[in-house]
Structures are given as structure tokens and as C-alpha cells.
């Protein structure tokens, strides 16, 4: 079984910086593909980022040039850098490790841009 752990989210002002960190318990995290969603209030969750198991990465349209999605596989880590944020980058974020055989999920957590 894999356990997911997202970290690091908060209330910034627009143009600061989170760093959101996902802490990954199973075994063999290199293997896993991972995810980083959002879910704005009213709207459905949306792909934010990706990072293969062999370090390839995408980016959703909205936040190219400004969020960078990374990982540690030797601490089992994934982290979602995010600069320039934007009050419409407010949402929950959520952290996904998958595999073909595996779709984990962690419980989310909170970003909001306000001034």
C-alpha cells in the first residue's frame, strides 16, 4: 500500500512563493509516477504538474514558466515549487503517486493567494 503526504500549503500574497512538499510511505517510490492536482472551490480537479520516474516533466498551461514540480527518490519526496502565484491559483492541492497497478491519493492541502 502507498501513503501520500502533502505539506507546505498556506495563505501568500499574490507574486510570493510556496514550496509544497508530498511525502510518499510504500515501497519502490522511483517506480511511481507523480502528480500534482488542484481542486478551486466549484471547479473540478485539474493536473498541475508531472515528473516521471525517469525525471521527465509537463505542466498545465496556467502555471508554465512559474511552478516547478521535483523529486527525491532517495528521501521519497516530490515537491511543487510555485512562484508568481496568482490569487486564481488558489485551490487544494493534492499529491498523486501512479503506477499501473497503483493510484494513491493524499488528503490535500490548502494554497491560498490573497492580498
Known amino acids: 500500500q502507498v501513503r501520500l503526504v502533502e505539506s507546505g500549503g498556506g495563505l501568500v500574497q499574490p507574486g510570493e512563493s510556496l514550496r509544497l512538499s508530498c511525502t510518499f510511505y510504500?515501497?519502490?517510490?522511483?517506480?511511481?509516477?507523480m502528480n500534482w492536482y488542484r481542486q478551486a472551490p466549484g471547479k473540478e480537479r485539474e493536473l498541475v504538474a508531472t515528473?516521471?520516474?525517469?525525471?521527465?516533466?509537463n505542466y498545465a498551461d496556467a502555471v508554465k514558466g512559474r511552478f516547478t514540480i521535483s523529486r527525491n527518490n532517495a528521501e521519497n519526496m516530490a515537491y511543487l515549487q510555485m512562484n508568481s502565484l496568482k490569487p486564481e491559483d488558489t485551490a487544494v492541492y493534492y499529491c498523486?503517486?501512479?503506477?499501473?497497478?497503483?493510484?494513491?491519493w493524499g488528503q490535500g492541502t490548502q494554497v491560498t493567494v490573497s492580498s
Open positions: 515528473i516521471g520516474s525517469g525525471g521527465s516533466t
Open positions: 498523486n503517486a501512479r503506477i499501473p497497478t497503483m493510484n494513491a
Open positions: 510504500g515501497r519502490i517510490f522511483s517506480i511511481y509516477v
